[in-house]
């Protein structure tokens, strides 16, 4: 993507616009899709949609130089493909749906969670016997894609595998319950001991022995990041190895940790799980995260001086990669580092000029989080995936609409148990899928819609 952008720009600028045009096609396609087969409710869907790309977590990381750009927009259009394929049941959409959910793999292997979305399609066709096309129509574009993924990594890794690198969360996920052992080399037992003594004493007892939800999310939170520490010691053992020939002794050391603590693990999934959830309250104020960002790139150079040191962060083994990068860096901070509307105090603190739209904006912004950013909206969501799953007994899985907004909700739900198992639930992972909340609105208002008229029948009769 970045090679394609650059090959008319290489600037931060355009890798932004592009992902901001790429928004601007997806919502035309879904609102084409709506008005195909919700005309009615053109209005609130357009509502919904309008609120979710207008969150400042939206705004913030769709301009960011980070997968989320591609990767929320492809869920999108994954989802749109699924309103199309299910209400015109045409084979050519099913084979897009199926292509969809691999590329949003390929793009973001984070997306693993959309299987769970193929099992229950499969599932739906099962009990509405559908043909054997349609199965294949569902699953061969994703498994051909995804098999070719794990063929490249094979090749170029020697690891046949979607990615070698997620289940290095688990580090993080068990960074304040692994322990050294007899078992581990000396320089692994080394790094352990060397980032537990990073942590604060109480911090491992409270994990093993408390369950306060707040406190045990501050904990694993504020201690998740410490897995760099534990690689970065460890692949220090051989500079010449890449993060794969050391991945069979962190996979002992965080099973070896599973396996003692599970409980700890389960507090993990479940105080995760419920703050996915909950996330929907939290606030992010724009203008402070973009000072916070030009503060990093233009004034502490905090990414040159990382690439300058090299190491595992930056997740290659490749030294030349880092100079490449840096090289990229220095030149947008030579040719963009003066904004008219920035200033940098004498103590190096970033300060964003008031004018008039800005201004505009801060009262929008204060709108929209009283408005959007609250805990009804998690209530119209369970409200509203209840009713779907209610409105799919009572039809015998032969009412669409409700079979929609199901998998729309199952989209949400599979995403918080995949981050729970394996992440820390921040806001950058929940927004991703917080359309479902919106797309409440809209397919609560249809299920009354059909209620009333149903009775209104029943009335007449």
């Not at 616009?17 to 609130?44: A, D, G, N, P």
């Not at 960002?293 to 595992?312: P, S, T």
């Not at 000029?353 to 950013?373: A, E, G, M, P, W």
């Not at 949400?412 to 981050?419: C, G, P």
Request: glycine share 4%; net charge positive.
């Amino acid at each position: 993507f970045l090679s394609l952008v650059w090959m008319f720009s290489k600037t931060l600028y355009a890798v932004s616009l592009i992902q901001s045009l790429f928004t601007l096609f997806t919502v035309i396609f879904f609102l084409w899709t709506i008005k195909k087969y919700y005309r009615s409710l053109m209005l609130f869907f357009t509502i919904a949609i309008t609120v979710y790309i207008s969150s400042s977590y939206f705004i913030i990381l769709e301009a960011a130089l980070l997968t989320e750009g591609l990767f929320v927009n492809l869920l999108l259009i994954t989802t749109t493909l699924l309103i199309l394929a299910l209400k015109s049941n045409d084979l050519k959409y099913w084979i897009l749906f199926s292509a969809s959910i691999a590329v949003t793999n390929i793009v973001r292997p984070a997306g693993l969670f959309l299987c769970g979305i193929i099992i229950l399609l499969i599932i739906y066709f099962i009990f509405r016997k559908y043909k054997l096309k349609y199965f294949i129509s569902l699953i061969a574009p994703f498994s051909l894609l995804i098999i070719g993924l794990c063929f490249y990594n094979y090749i170029t890794l020697r690891a046949f595998t979607i990615t070698p690198f997620g289940e290095t969360n688990l580090s993080g996920v068990t960074i304040t319950f692994i322990e050294p052992s007899p078992e581990y080399p000396q320089y692994a037992n080394d790094a352990i001991n060397k980032v537990l003594a990073t942590i604060p004493k109480k911090d491992i007892p409270y994990v093993k022995n408390s369950f306060g939800v707040t406190k045990l999310y501050d904990i694993f939170l504020n201690n998740f990041h410490k897995e760099i520490y534990l690689i970065d010691d460890i692949m220090k053992q051989d500079t010449t190895k890449n993060y794969t020939y050391f991945q069979p002794v962190l996979r002992k050391i965080y099973m070896d940790a599973l396996k003692k603590y599970p409980l700890v693990y389960a507090k993990f999934f479940l105080v995760n799980f419920y703050r996915f959830f909950v996330n929907i309250r939290k606030e992010v104020e724009y203008y402070g995260e973009l000072a916070k960002d030009y503060k990093r790139i233009f004034v502490e150079k905090k990414y040159v001086e990382a690439l300058g040191k090299g190491g595992w962060q930056q997740v290659s083994s490749d030294e030349s990669d880092y100079e490449k990068i840096k090289q990229f860096y220095k030149e947008e901070i030579e040719q963009r580092g003066n904004f008219e509307n920035i200033s940098v105090t004498n103590s190096g603190e970033v300060e964003i000029k008031s004018t008039f739209l800005k201004s505009v904006y801060d009262v929008f912004q204060l709108i929209y989080n009283i408005l959007f950013r609250n805990i009804l909206w998690l209530i119209m969501f369970i409200l509203t995936f209840s009713i779907s799953i209610y409105r799919i007994i009572k039809s015998m899985l032969n009412e669409t609409d409700a079979v929609i907004f199901f998998l729309i909700g199952a989209i949400f739900i599979s995403k918080a148990m995949l981050v729970s198992l394996v992440e820390c639930s921040i806001e950058r992972y929940s927004y991703t899928v917080e359309y479902a909340y919106y797309m409440s609105l809209p397919f609560l208002i249809l299920f009354f819609k059909k209620s009333k008229t149903k009775i209104s029948s029943t009335n007449k009769l």
